[in-house]
Structure formats: structure tokens, C-alpha cells
């Protein structure tokens, strides 16, 4: 079964980087047809699709956020990293990840991490 598994530092403070892992059990990252991604949801908003990478390890990025957003992975411990700089209190969310899916014309999120919560506050 495919387990995903979000791990990050818990409070950050304003103008720090926001780094998060997403570590993945079940499934290899380097399979084809699968992306990578990184999906926020704000207090009181819908979800936010921030990112991904492919299992060819090219990244994709929300272009409202593309300046301050990293994505990386390491494909020998089956991790993918977000780095999000210059954070604000705007980004408090809760971050997710999740493996999309693209099957022709479909693309789907089949399988989610729990989510962590991340508040950004002095």
C-alpha cells in the first residue's frame, strides 16, 4: 500500500525558508506517470496546488509562487523536499503531499499524505 508521510519543523517565523519532506513508502518516485506533488490549504481556503517533481526528477511550480518555491528529491531514501523562502504569515497552512497520477487525458491525486500543519508567526 502506498503510504505518504509529511515531516517539517512545525512553527516558522516570517522571512525564514520553509523546508518540508514528503517520504514515501509502497511506490517508487521514479516511476513513470506519476508527479510528485505538494498541495497547501489555508485556514479557511480551498487547496492550493503549490508543485511537483516527475519521476524523471523536472519540476513544476505554481507560477504565483514559482520565485520562492524549491522542489527536490533523493531518490535513495524515496523523499521529496519543498522549500518555500521568504515565508509569511500567508502561508500558514496545512501542507500535503501527494502522488498525482496522469493516466491519458487524466490526471488525479490518488494518494495523500495526512497533512502537516505549519503556522508561520513571530
Known amino acids: 500500500q502506498v503510504q505518504l508521510q509529511e515531516s517539517g519543523p512545525g512553527l516558522v517565523k516570517p522571512s525564514q525558508t520553509l523546508s518540508l519532506t514528503c517520504t514515501v513508502s509502497?511506490?517508487?518516485?521514479?516511476?513513470?506517470?506519476?508527479?510528485w506533488s505538494w498541495i497547501r490549504q489555508p485556514p479557511g481556503k480551498g487547496l492550493e496546488w503549490e508543485g511537483a517533481i516527475t519521476s524523471s526528477g523536472t519540476t513544476d511550480h505554481n507560477a504565483s509562487l514559482k520565485s520562492r518555491t524549491s522542489i527536490s528529491r533523493d531518490t535513495s531514501k524515496m523523499q521529496f523536499t519543498l522549500q518555500l523562502s521568504s515565508v509569511t504569515p500567508e502561508d500558514t497552512a496545512v501542507y500535503y503531499c501527494?502522488?498525482?497520477?496522469?493516466?491519458?487525458?487524466?490526471?488525479?491525486?490518488?494518494?495523500w499524505g495526512q497533512g502537516t500543519q505549519v503556522p508561520v508567526s513571530s
Open positions: 501527494a502522488r498525482r497520477r496522469d493516466l491519458g487525458a487524466r490526471r488525479f491525486f490518488d494518494y
Open positions: 509502497g511506490a517508487s518516485i521514479t516511476t513513470s506517470s506519476y508527479h
